[in-house]
């Protein structure tokens, strides 16, 4: 993990077209180790073009990305996608799918097999999935299926992870559940930039929050968030989005 004091990411000027169309326009933005940060914003405004960017999928069409500090470690990067295909016809157990996390693309042999086994077996018991091990992936409820989804991407030991919406279509509790999970992931150290739909959540349990609807409309810490500046990103009423603030404030 980083120290403290590092800055894990560095964005500047952040500009991405595609197919003539302007996704990303001008985005500039830094995180700091062991920040948890939101990203929210309407539809099509780009919080899913960005992660995919952030990651080297889409070459930028202008501006920079620095993972890292000159003076820090460069960070490994984990990554939860918003879904997962998987063949209902030949379904995976779960300790299965976890594994295919694991750097590497021959099959584990021997020692390195036993310790594949013993890594998942671990992380499973850290997601509250242990005595789901062998249960195949389609059979598990949603709040499951995505705290799996995490358990897959930690299995590369990352200091940084990247999701989007990974509570989704998962009732309250769940959604509760894996956010506790994503605190305790902080507080060993790793970084954490979560895209979402949901305010209420995301400002209850991020650090800070940056409100992206094509260019960056605001970056700052969650409990300073108000209507105004979800009423400016969003330009909808705002009855469909009560944000509350979250339960301490957290120092920039």
């Not at 302007?22 to 948890?36: K, P, Q």
């Not at 960017?53 to 984990?78: K, M």
Request: with cysteine; aromatic share 4%; net charge positive.
């Amino acid at each position: 993990m980083h120290a403290a004091n590092c800055i894990a990411l560095t964005v500047d000027g952040l500009t991405l077209d595609l197919d003539g169309r302007r996704i990303l326009s001008d985005v500039s933005l830094t995180v700091r180790a062991g920040e948890f940060l939101g990203l929210i914003g309407p539809n099509g405004g780009g919080k899913t073009t960005l992660l995919r960017t952030l990651l080297g999928l889409l070459p930028p069409t202008h501006g920079t990305i620095a993972w890292s500090a000159p003076d820090c470690e460069r960070p490994r990067l984990g990554y939860v996608p918003q879904r997962v295909g998987v063949d209902a016809h030949f379904p995976l157990a779960a300790e299965e799918l976890v594994q295919q996390g694991a750097a590497g693309r021959r099959p584990p042999l021997g020692n390195r097999r036993r310790e594949l086994a013993r890594q998942s077996r671990e992380i499973l018991a850290h997601v509250g999935l242990e005595r789901q091990a062998g249960t195949p992936f389609v059979h598990l409820s949603g709040g499951q299926q995505r705290r799996l989804l995490l358990a897959r991407a930690l299995m590369r030991r990352p200091s940084v992870l990247l999701l989007d919406e990974p509570t989704a279509g998962v009732d309250v509790e769940g959604q509760e559940q894996f956010c506790g999970l994503l605190r305790e992931l902080t507080r060993e150290g790793m970084t954490l930039l979560l895209v979402s739909h949901d305010l209420p959540l995301i400002t209850a349990h991020a650090d800070r929050i940056a409100c992206l609807n094509v260019s960056l409309h605001w970056h700052g810490r969650a409990a300073e968030l108000d209507s105004q500046t979800v009423q400016a990103a969003y330009r909808c009423e705002l009855q469909r989005y009560q944000v509350r603030r979250p339960p301490t404030s957290v120092p920039a």
